[in-house]
């Protein structure tokens, strides 16, 4: 809503957040992303309700200060629903990526953004729609492991939810495109997407890896786009 209809409001937010950040020592940036991340996790727990508000603007612009300024442009929740991305050393983030937003701006008119698990979709998928599914990867080790995008994370029981809801899609002739990591980069002999999504279209496809706390898991890997159509 934010990007929506007060794009240039929140432009301003952020260029002088900008300005303020780049002004700083790095000392001073790291306290200020620390004190901006607990401004974010406070107005998010405490909930804005249905009303649309100045409060709202302010918390978009913390996020994307966050996003720009935060280790690896991650984004992760803790158990409790809070923002807990440490500060991320950057010579000179664009905070304020004035071309980007008003592209984003433009895309999001006449457009309606539902946060809701994936199952409400299909009150809106038509025969002959195209869908594109991009879950919470599946692990591939340990030190791969994150599914933190949410408070209750995402587990094998939900991408196999998940395999059901495709199926229950293909019946309505949609045209789907899911895309998951590849346990074969780690076990040749783990099936575990074959199997779920066995009579579909399953490529692998390479994908750079930047985010890996291991070495090893960074760099190039297979990923898997699942279709069924030609």
Do not use: W
């Not at 700083?24 to 804005?48: F, S, V």
């Not at 803790?78 to 304020?96: D, M, Q, T």
């Not at 196999?160 to 590849?182: G, T, V």
Request: hydrophobic share 30%.
């Amino acid at each position: 809503q934010v990007i929506q209809n007060d794009h240039h409001h929140l432009m301003e937010i952020l260029k002088d957040m900008e300005d303020e950040h780049l002004g700083m020592t790095e000392e001073q940036r790291k306290n200020n992303y620390y004190h901006i991340r607990d401004a974010y996790n406070r107005q998010k727990l405490k909930g804005g309700g249905e009303n649309y508000s100045s409060d709202r603007i302010n918390q978009t612009a913390y996020l994307i200060f966050l996003n720009k300024t935060g280790y690896n442009g991650l984004f992760r929740l803790n158990k409790s629903g809070e923002y807990n991305v440490p500060f991320g050393r950057y010579l000179n983030p664009a905070i304020c990526d004035e071309a980007n937003l008003l592209l984003v701006h433009e895309a999001l008119q006449n457009t309606e953004l539902i946060c809701a698990d994936f199952s409400r979709a299909g009150e809106f998928i038509k025969k002959g729609a195209l869908v594109y599914m991009d879950p919470p990867y599946r692990p591939l080790n340990r030190t791969s492991y994150f599914t933190d995008y949410s408070a209750r994370g995402f587990d094998e029981e939900d991408q196999k939810r998940l395999a059901s809801f495709y199926r229950d899609m293909d019946q309505r002739e949609s045209y789907l495109l899911l895309s998951n990591s590849d346990p074969k980069n780690e076990d040749p002999e783990d099936e575990f997407f074959d199997e779920l999504y066995g009579g579909y279209h399953i490529d692998r496809v390479d994908a750079k890896r930047n985010i890996n706390s291991d070495k090893r898991g960074r760099g190039i890997i297979n990923e898997l786009i699942i279709r069924n159509y030609f």
